[in-house]
């Protein structure tokens, strides 16, 4: 292996490979593409990935019974929320997402198995690109030229 490797340049070209081509998988007997998603659905994902609900403190206890338990905890709901962050994502189109995301949710949720549930909605979250979409609107924000200035004494 090489010792001068740049894992980072690795990343981002990986990033850029699924921002452009999708990624695809299969769910059942049906295979499934998952894309950059636009806007609109980036505002779908963002409400999803914000309602998951994990107590980190919890799971880093030096408690096994306390990890156990929050372990538990967390399943169900964040299964089923990080099934409809992939419905959103496949379906990518708002009377898509506001029709069908139910019905995939479901779908995935009892076709897709936890590590690959897990794998995609990683991959949903860097295929989102939301680093460089909120360096952009921070960008932007600095740059306002119509911006009201302060009227000083």
Sequence with gaps: MEENFDYIAA??????????????????????????????????????????DVDL???ESKESLEIFEEQKRIVAPNA????????IAVLNKKWKIRFLTEYYAQKFLWS???SDLMKLTSIILRASNLTDFSASIALLSVNRTTAPQAIED
């Excluded at 089923?80 to 419905?87: E, F, Q, S």
């Design 80 to 87: 089923r929320r990080c099934a409809r962050i992939v419905a």
């Design 11 to 52: 990343e981002v070209q990986q990033q850029q490979v699924l921002l452009d081509k999708g990624l695809t998988f299969k769910a059942g007997r049906k295979e499934y593409l998952i894309e950059q998603p636009y806007l609109g659905t980036l505002d779908y994902l963002a409400a999803e990935l914000l309602r998951l």
């Design 57 to 59: 403190k919890k799971l």
């Design 112 to 114: 897709v198995k936890p």
